[in-house]
């Protein structure tokens, strides 16, 4: 009597046949005998490794009973290609969740043509393949990754890309969901839950490489977390097989992580932050639209070298520019200076303006510090800006106008300065701090001519991350004066 592996060998390979339009040998090595509770998925890529090599492509020509299985087994040849060199044991989870899933709608596609046996496939097969196994070595083979795989269909040709974006979710807004205890919502969806709800992503031609890495509002996200994910985001594309990266994330710190990740970003590969404004339980939730555009923003080759840069509503933003500038509106991210860079319409990015130019790259910390933020406000009259003295390695101070600040605060700016590095901004947040046109006592180059150094058209809130990031390297007081003097500017 056949093993249930072997039965489950024959009803996919009796699906490879249709695909393929020939007919496939099952696989015969002991050791596929021996894995009597291996899942559906594990036959698949035998069965797709025996002939795979020269009609892979012809695997774009089967066509589902609906769009979702379509559009979920072009995923999985995506990663397919993407894997072929790689064992299973060592791909990412959300790629082996990606096969396990297509395998088990293609079983049930299966089943509508060729009835098999109760329990064989479909029922239970998720569960049973998360208790997966590893692939036996005999029965790998390394074969050659494509660089693209097509088909021709009457007059509509389909191809397969070999793009692949790299996703990395942080939690916030666009994953959260309500809580039964306190009626709120709470970062609770996986990365995996985020992209399950862009069905679009399937038939995008990118391959996604999937990874849940904090799961937290954006408000509690640290310098810790940011330096972690920006190392992890250096690995994954000096590996050499992903064409940009997306995080997702709380919206509330969506511009200082955007302009945090670019200091620290070296590399060609563009880096896009998005979120959401409205949380997945409200009517017309933007994560989505959100997250699809953000993926075809990484992936487009006309925004290599851009850095990293934020997309939500459809436009793309660079870091340095972008502000987040309503506290509800789906339309609250905007770059009031300039406006986007680009626009996503009809699946494509359509650039407006150039690739914008790049901020100064600082290496990564070796030291803690810690930068204090002062807002000069109506009436000040210094006392809070001296417990400052002592208590912090740096200031920036969030000016009125072009920098300007009350008479009362030149003298404690003036000894701060003697010791830490000061900065001067603009609380206006759009427009730069000048540096020679008013002169009484308190204006910009008074305060200039003290030893406060100028932060240019940086937010006060750039600007204290671009110190702290000096500052965390171990940069002296010169080296901080010469960083914000080119990247003024620049």
């Known amino acids: 009597m056949p093993t249930p592996v072997r039965e489950r060998e024959q009803l996919t390979l009796a699906l490879f046949a249709d695909l393929f339009s020939q007919t496939l040998e099952p696989p ?13 998925a594990h036959v698949w890529i035998v069965a797709a490794e025996i002939k795979a090599e020269e009609r892979i492509a012809k695997l774009a020509d089967f066509r589902g009973s609906s769009t979702t299985v379509e559009g979920t087994r072009v995923d999985a040849l995506e990663v397919y290609c993407r894997n072929r060199r790689r064992p299973y044991e060592d791909m990412a989870d959300g790629d082996r969740e990606t096969l396990i899933s297509t395998t088990y709608h293609c079983s049930r596609s299966a089943d509508r043509q060729q009835p098999a046996e109760p329990g064989m496939v479909g029922r239970n097969h998720l569960d049973r393949a998360r208790a997966w196994r590893p692939m036996p070595d005999s029965l790998r083979e390394p074969l050659v990754r494509p660089r693209s795989a097509r088909s021709r269909q009457g007059s509509r040709d389909m191809t397969v890309s070999v793009r692949n974006v790299a996703v990395f979710s942080l939690g916030g807004t666009i994953a959260m969901t309500t809580d039964p205890t306190t009626g709120g919502v709470v970062p609770a969806l996986s990365a995996h839950d985020l992209l399950a709800a862009v069905p679009a992503l399937a ?28 190392a992890a985001i250096t690995a994954e594309l000096e590996a050499g097989d992903v064409d940009g990266v997306v995080i997702t994330q709380g919206t509330d710190t969506i511009e200082e992580t955007a302009f945090l990740l670019d200091l620290h970003h070296g590399h060609e590969q563009p880096v896009v932050v998005t979120g959401a404004m409205r949380n997945p339980t409200l009517p017309g ?41 309503h ?10 200076a300039c406006g986007p860079i680009a626009r996503v319409a009809e699946n494509r990015v359509r650039m407006v303006g150039g690739v914008p130019r790049r901020g100064p790259l600082v290496g990564v910390p070796v030291r803690e510090a810690r930068v204090g933020l002062y807002t000069v ?11 400052w003295g002592g208590n912090c390695d740096g200031l920036v101070v969030a000016a009125f106008g072009v920098g300007h600040v009350p008479e009362r605060l030149v003298e404690g700016l003036t000894k701060l300065a003697s010791h830490i590095p000061v900065v001067l901004a603009s609380r206006i947040g759009n427009g ?5 046109t008013y002169g009484f006592p308190g204006s910009e180059k008074d305060l200039l001519g ?5 932060a240019g058209d940086l937010s006060p809130y750039q600007a204290r991350l671009l110190l702290h990031a000096l500052l965390a390297q171990g940069a002296d007081g010169a080296a901080v004066r010469e960083t914000f003097t080119t990247a003024s500017a620049r």
Do not use: M, W, Y
């Not at 031609?205 to 408000?219: E, H």
């Open 450 to 454: 003290r030893g406060l150094i100028g």
């Open 377 to 387: 406000t109506l009436g000040d009259d210094g006392a809070l800006l001296d417990l």
């Open 327 to 336: 506290t509800t509106s789906p339309a609250a991210f905007t770059s009031p």
């Open 203 to 230: 038939t995008s031609g990118i391959g996604l490489k999937v990874r849940d890495f904090r799961r937290l509002p954006g408000a509690s996200l640290t310098f810790e977390d940011l330096t972690a994910l920006s």
């Open 28 to 40: 015969t090595p002991p050791a596929a005998a021996k894995e009597a509770e291996q899942s559906l």
């Open 285 to 325: 939730a933007d994560g989505p639209a959100n997250l699809h555009a953000a993926v075809l923003a990484a992936a487009d080759p006309g925004l290599r070298g851009a850095g990293c840069l934020v997309v939500l509503g459809d436009e793309v933003h660079a870091a340095r520019t972008v502000r987040k500038s």
């Open 432 to 436: 730069p701090v000048l540096s020679d």
